[in-house]
């Protein structure tokens, strides 16, 4: 599968070969995770370790004492489908199929450069055009929010007071539910897999925190137009995007920060946690000059057909709006400034273009961005020549991601990785739903998203900037692997009849999905552990066979 995968990445790429000289080495850990096993439901008693597959331990009753199970036989079809794992929110029949028709060349380059608005199916698309932030303009909904939020202070009575309250709270929750249902139907039923894969990693490097202030009614439109268009493409437009994104001013503060008023909250997250990283040799000194570069570049709620703001006549014509972003003169330092060592020759917005130029191509900011990209799709401690070919790759394409990506895709280290890397709280359900819901659209995917919050990973719910962790370590407690497996029994029967329930209707009698008759799971059988085969071969029905494939460590890793 290497060489096919080396040749495709070659194939795909626009500018040809890739430097493939990196020293591969082991890119995962050794970490074991306590999970409810499967077994357990079949008569054992308590917990067993899991480990990831080529590294299962002898379960009690699923091997001769002493023997060692022998590890599977390798077959094309399994690779495909621990390929397709990692490229894609999870391997499905659809996805499988597209791979052993076209070829592993012909769907990598898909991958990499998916049509523009890649349809998804009618379904789900109607779902996604009848919601709120698909028919009014982000713009609108906010303004209207603040106009209605300013209201409830001239209120004459407490009561209504807390009626206007409740119904304005209502409403900004009602903007997130709808951005967070669009990212699940997107996940499951879009054919760019690995671009909607690629937005979740951007939106968690840029990561806002839906729950402050109004960036509810924000965030959807935050990850449809400032991150999703830019998740395969340069970087330098992806920064420039989430800058200017009323959602991030707002979440960093920015629209505080101002001229004799300096907030260096957004300057501190914009070096250390988007670009340079926290060791990328930038000073204090760096901070306050980044915060000053920053002051005027704010959020304006002001109606959108109001002229601007009465200026002296020497800062008319530098006055910017865009939507909700604003460039105000008045608020911006205009004193000569310098960053990382070196002056900064633009004045006024040009000063932001010219800062940002220079994060997005210093050389730390390339190892920095490499690591993380290695890490989500490689594993925990991606090996220092990967990442180093990798920053190579950023730099030589003016940070093109997908050139990076088409560096990765070619190593030994990733496809060394395949089958190894423990799945997020989002990975796990979403790929359990890809496997056993994509070939009829979910009619409500509410449950999912409460799955997603047991998990401690909701959409858009990290309050600080960083972003949810991607080591495997963060999602391995013996409550995290106990949650999975209450989830692991919604997700392979018990609550199908929720996922297609119409909204004020009851939920409808659906029979549990049939993932063991699937291309994907057929695939990837061969492979199964003798343990995980004990355990499917004593389920019951098939709803507690779904339960303890989507339990088992086969499962949990991609």
């Known amino acids: 599968m290497l060489s096919l995968v080396n040749a495709a990445v070659r194939a795909a790429s626009p500018r040809g070969p890739h430097n493939e000289d990196e020293n591969p080495g082991t890119t995962?850990?050794?970490?074991?995770?306590?999970?409810?096993?499967?077994?357990?439901?079949?008569?054992?008693?308590g917990l067993t370790l899991a480990a990831p597959p080529g590294a299962f331990a002898a379960t009690a009753g699923s091997s001769p004492a002493g023997a060692e199970p022998a590890p599977p036989p390798a077959t094309a079809a399994a690779e495909g489908v621990r390929l397709l794992d990692r490229l894609t929110w999870g391997a499905d029949a659809a996805a499988l199929a597209t791979l052993q028709r076209n070829g592993t060349a012909a769907t990598l380059a898909a991958l990499l450069r998916p049509a523009p608005n890649a349809p998804l199916p009618p379904e789900a698309q109607a779902q996604i055009?009848?919601?709120?932030?698909?028919?009014?303009?982000?713009?609108?909904?906010?303004?209207?929010?603040?106009?209605?939020?300013?209201?409830?202070?001239?209120?004459?009575?407490?009561?209504?007071?807390?009626?206007?309250q409740d119904a304005y709270q209502r409403d900004l929750r009602t903007l997130q539910r709808e951005a967070e249902r669009r990212f699940v139907l997107r996940a499951v039923y879009s054919p760019a897999q690995l671009q909607e894969k690629m937005t979740w990693f951007w939106m968690n490097h840029f990561s806002v925190f839906a729950g402050k202030a109004d960036i509810r009614a924000m965030v959807g439109d935050y990850e449809d137009r400032a991150?999703?268009?830019?998740?395969?493409?340069?970087?330098?437009?992806l920064l420039g995007a989430t800058v200017r994104h009323p959602a991030m001013l707002r979440y960093l503060d920015n629209a505080q920060n101002a001229a004799g008023r300096i907030n260096e909250n957004y300057a501190r997250e914009l070096m250390e946690l988007h670009t340079l990283g926290v060791d990328g040799g930038y000073t204090q000194h760096d901070v306050q000059e980044m915060a000053r570069v920053l002051t005027g570049h704010g959020v304006s709620l002001r109606p959108l057909d109001e002229p601007p703001p009465r200026l002296k006549p020497e800062w008319t014509r530098q006055y910017v709006r865009h939507g909700l972003y604003e460039f105000h003169p008045q608020r911006h330092d205009w004193q000569p400034k310098e960053l990382l060592g070196q002056p900064l020759q633009g004045q006024g917005m040009a000063e932001l273009d010219e800062a940002l130029d220079r994060l997005a191509r210093a050389p730390a900011t390339a190892r920095f961005v490499s690591r993380k990209l290695a890490a989500y799709l490689v594993g925990d401690a991606p090996p220092p020549a990967l990442v180093q070919a990798l920053a190579e790759s950023f730099t030589r394409s003016d940070g093109h991601i997908g050139a990076v990506l088409q560096t990765l895709f070619a190593s030994e280290a990733f496809q060394a990785s395949l089958g190894t890397r423990l799945r997020d709280p989002v990975q796990y359900v979403v790929a359990g739903l890809r496997l056993g819901y994509s070939d009829r659209v979910l009619a409500n995917p509410d449950p999912a998203l409460s799955w997603l919050q047991r998990l401690g990973q909701p959409l858009y719910g990290r309050a600080t900037p960083d972003g949810y962790p991607l080591d495997a370590a963060a999602w391995t407690s013996s409550g995290q692997m106990a949650v999975r497996f209450e989830i692991a029994r919604a997700l392979g029967g018990a609550a199908t009849g929720a996922l297609y329930r119409a909204e004020g209707a009851p939920p409808p009698k659906v029979p549990p999905p049939a993932i063991a008759q699937s291309a994907a799971f057929r695939a990837l059988e061969p492979q199964l552990a003798p343990a995980t085969r004990m355990a499917l071969a004593r389920a019951g029905s098939p709803a507690e066979w779904n339960t303890f494939l989507l339990s088992a460590p086969e499962f949990m890793y991609a």
């Open 129 to 164: 055009d009848a919601m709120a932030i698909t028919r009014t303009p982000m713009e609108t909904l906010a303004i209207d929010l603040q106009a209605r939020q300013q209201a409830i202070k001239s209120e004459t009575t407490e009561d209504a007071r807390k009626a206007a």
């Open 28 to 45: 995962l850990g050794r970490r074991q995770w306590l999970a409810t096993a499967a077994v357990g439901l079949c008569g054992a008693a």
């Open 227 to 237: 991150i999703r268009p830019h998740a395969l493409g340069r970087f330098r437009d």
